[in-house]
């Protein structure tokens, strides 16, 4: 029995610090088909899942993300023996292990493995019908039983387990299991790849103690992103089925002869996919080109054996040919079927074309490998164009212009040549095109050859044009908020035209292929706008002149002052404009408010707009600060408290009782009294607070007449204020 002794965690440094990467990212799953149809399966394929359930349940099946730097997938599908929160750890342990179900009833993976000890098997299955005939899937297996348990009864198990028809396998209703070595039959196991046996398939996780006990060289590969000891390279899973037909899939992974030590597999998100057994492309033999010519060019459809597949089997492949070209008038006969021999990649089908005297214009033929009929048909199709023989390339000129002294470039159009194309001017030159310096205009002839030996030549006099010259002047004026002026550039010559000019010798700008005449150039920032370089279609030539563009913008200073005391509205911010165009429009984002001065503010911040009158505009925000924990309050009776003159205490439901209302701010809490006309204390209220029911006098058997009533506020900085009012009593 294996030692389940855990050693203790250590850490030297953190994660990223040491090894510049992040973890791997863990979810536990909550919808399961959801983790199928939108993480697994690929979204453009016409696959049919169904029937989707975990082995066990979900509590070790999840997603997984940020996975590139661990497994070298970035994410999807994780199922484990252990615990989902112990994967995405930096390795530091030796033995992580996390106890799940205990023995587990898995026929289909004891026969696998040959063992009746099964113990944690988790994982998925479903039904799916597949529309083409390779099915695959990428996945990475990862365990802490490496290195030590290498060769070992404790060799947990995984598998792909498929059944459905012309799937016979000696395995659980008659399933094989998927989970392959590249190029091998043997199935994808602790004991079959490692650090001993198919090493190019292994990756080495190990911390030091075990590559020590192991006599593995110390070479973590993802030990700060994952806490498994070792795990495969991204392997895929293929199987050959029957479009249309239904199949089952069993994923699942265990823990062999003990519940100890944890194990995984990851699936790669979108990964899982039907393809066709084959391809097809077209091409013109030699060429990297789709249209062949009568009397000249060649045609090939090429069949391609899907990579998948691998060689070893004999395909035959039947397709259907359409297209507007008519087989044995425009080429001749081809079959509707090919053989890829067991030893090939690929199958060629040479198309010959039957050269004709008719103008039947652009043809095709068209050749389409297609799936079964199912409901969702996929199919791979290739074109290959015919085009009657070219006796006319479309040869000539474009009318030229240059500059005395200026070397130029220039060369034909050549509109209908089958390249490559060979080029003879009178020059002497066999270039596609040539380049001269001229002082006078002179006469130029190219014969043009294509691929099929049509032949065509031109001739042109190259023109001598003015070198264009361009003066560019002005005062303008700038600021923000307006919509910027337009300096308009009349250019001279041929178009296009292109500029250089920098603003304020700052990094030049460059505009080009301009077509317009003339041109608006945007002055949408101050400062002295230099034009640098200038040229025509054809010539360089000489610009001068330079343009100012005044800035408008105008200053704002300001005063702000802070309220009395904490939580009063008596702050202030005080504008001082200068520059700028009278009058000036003052916006603080409050209605009413469009003044320099803004007054009753509690502490905060304040946004202000200014336009001037020339539509140049200032932002600014003005932070008005609290008051100092001892500053004296004062207290604006009229804005903080409201006194009642008079109340008529007759119960008709009118104005029956008397009390205080005090604006909570400034004011903390307040309380009452009431004295007759000599003094003599009639009631005497209780302290009314924010949030506290309101204190009322009723007024009592007290006769008509005049009253006082003297209120007592408390401040918020703990100083008191009292204020007095007659009250008149009517009956």
Same mark, same amino acid.
């Given at each position: 029995?294996?030692?389940? %002794?855990?050693?203790?965690?250590? %850490?030297? *440094?953190?994660?990223?610090?040491? *090894? ?7 979810? $536990?799953?909550?919808?399961? !088909? ?37 497994? *070298? ?10 615990? /989902? ?51 695959? @899937?990428?996945?990475?297996?990862? #365990? ?30 008659? #399933? ?40 593995? !060289? ?48 990851? %699936? ?8 066709? +057994? ?21 045609? !090939? ?53 039957? $050269?004709? &005297? ?90 043009? #050859?294509?691929?099929?030996?049509? &032949?065509?030549?031109?001739? +042109? ?8 010259? /361009?003066? +560019? ?14 300096? /308009?550039?009349? *250019? ?22 301009? &077509? ?14 230099? @034009? ?42 005080? /504008? ?7 009058? @000036? ?16 503010? %509690? ?7 200014? &336009? ?83 204190? @009322? ?35």
């Amino acid at each position: 029995m294996k030692n389940k %002794l855990l050693l203790l965690s250590f %850490l030297l *440094f953190s994660v990223e610090a040491l *090894f510049g990467q992040t973890p791997i990212q863990l979810d $536990p799953a909550e919808n399961l !088909e959801e983790l199928i149809l939108e993480d697994f399966l690929k979204q453009d394929d016409c696959i049919e899942v169904f029937n989707i359930k975990p082995i066990s349940d979900l509590t070790a099946i999840g997603a997984f993300s940020n996975g590139t730097d661990a497994i *070298f997938m970035e994410e999807g599908i994780v199922f484990s023996t252990g615990n /989902l929160e112990n994967i995405g750890k930096q390795n530091s342990s030796t033995n992580t292990t996390g106890l799940l179900y205990g023995r587990a009833d898995a026929p289909y993976l004891r026969q696998a493995v040959r063992t009746p000890a099964i113990f944690d098997a988790v994982g998925i299955e479903f039904d799916f019908t597949p529309t083409q005939r390779i099915i695959s @899937f990428r996945y990475v297996f990862a #365990s802490e039983e490496y290195c030590e348990y290498v060769g070992s009864e404790f060799n947990d198990a995984f598998g792909f387990f498929i059944s459905g028809p012309g799937i016979e396998g000696n395995g659980f209703d008659n #399933s094989i299991n998927i989970a392959k070595i590249p190029d091998s039959e043997e199935i994808v196991s602790i004991n079959n790849i490692n650090h001993l046996r198919n090493t190019g398939f292994f990756i080495n996780n190990l911390i030091e103690q075990d590559a020590i006990a192991c006599e593995i !060289e110390y070479n973590p590969e993802s030990i700060s992103t994952i806490e498994f000891d070792g795990f495969t390279k991204r392997l895929q899973a293929i199987v050959e089925v029957i479009p249309c037909e239904t199949y089952h899939l069993r994923l699942v992974v265990a823990d062999v002869s003990d519940d100890a030590l944890d194990s995984a597999v990851f %699936l790669e998100g979108k990964s899982f996919e039907s393809s066709g +057994i084959a391809s097809v492309d077209a091409r013109v033999r030699g060429r990297d080109d789709q249209t062949v010519y009568e009397d000249c060019l060649e045609g !090939e459809f090429i069949f391609r054996r899907n990579r998948l597949t691998g060689r070893g089997t004999e395909i035959i492949l039947n397709y259907t040919i359409q297209g507007t070209a008519t087989m044995g008038e425009d080429y001749e006969f081809i079959t509707d079927s090919v053989l890829i021999s067991e030893n090939s990649f690929n199958e060629v089908l040479p198309i010959v074309v039957i $050269p004709d &005297t008719l103008d039947e214009g652009r043809e095709f033929i068209e050749i389409i490998i297609e799936s079964i009929n199912c409901d969702c048909i996929t199919r791979d199709t290739a074109v290959l164009f015919i085009e009657d023989s070219k006796e006319d390339i479309g040869l000539r000129f474009e009318e030229t212009f240059v500059c005395v002294g200026q070397e130029f470039t220039f060369g034909p159009i050549v509109e209908t040549g089958i390249p490559p194309l060979t080029y003879s001017w009178s020059t002497g030159d066999t270039t596609e095109t040539i380049t001269d310096e001229l002082l006078m205009p002179q006469t130029y002839q190219v014969t043009v #050859s294509d691929f099929c030996g049509a &032949t065509d030549s031109a001739t +042109i006099e190259v023109q001598i044009q003015d070198i264009p010259a /361009l003066t +560019i002047e002005g005062d303008f004026d700038w600021c923000k908020g307006r919509n910027p002026q337009e300096l /308009l550039i009349n *250019f001279p010559g041929q178009a296009p035209w292109s500029f250089h000019f920098s603003i304020d010798e700052a990094d030049p700008i460059l505009l080009e292929n301009i &077509t317009e005449n003339p041109f608006p150039l945007s002055l949408d920032q101050a400062g002295t706008y230099q @034009f640098i370089g200038f040229n025509d279609e054809y010539c360089v030539g000489t610009i001068q002149g330079e343009v100012v563009v005044d800035n408008l913008e105008f200053d704002l200073a300001y005063q702000s002052f802070p309220p009395s005391c904490a939580n009063a509205n008596d702050g202030r911010i005080v /504008l001082d404009i200068s520059g700028g165009v009278a009058p @000036f429009g003052i916006d603080w984002g409050m209605e009413n408010e469009s003044e320099t001065v803004l007054s009753g503010l %509690l502490a905060g911040n304040y946004g202000v707009i200014i &336009t001037d009158n020339l539509g140049c505009v200032l932002r600014d925000s003005i932070e008005v600060i609290e008051a100092q924990p001892d500053a004296n309050c004062v207290l604006d009776i009229a804005k903080n408290i409201y006194i009642s003159t008079a109340f008529s205490p007759n119960d008709d439901g009118i104005n029956d009782r008397f009390t205080v209302y005090p604006k909570y701010g400034l004011i903390k809490n307040a309380s009452f009294q009431i004295f007759n006309r000599w003094g003599g204390l009639v009631f005497q209220s209780d302290v009314i607070n924010e949030g506290g029911a309101p204190v @009322f006098w009723d007024g009592g058997i007290s006769q008509v007449g005049v009253y006082v009533c003297l209120v007592k506020l408390e401040l918020v900085n703990g100083s008191f204020e009292y204020v007095g009012q007659d009250v008149v009593v009517v009956r």
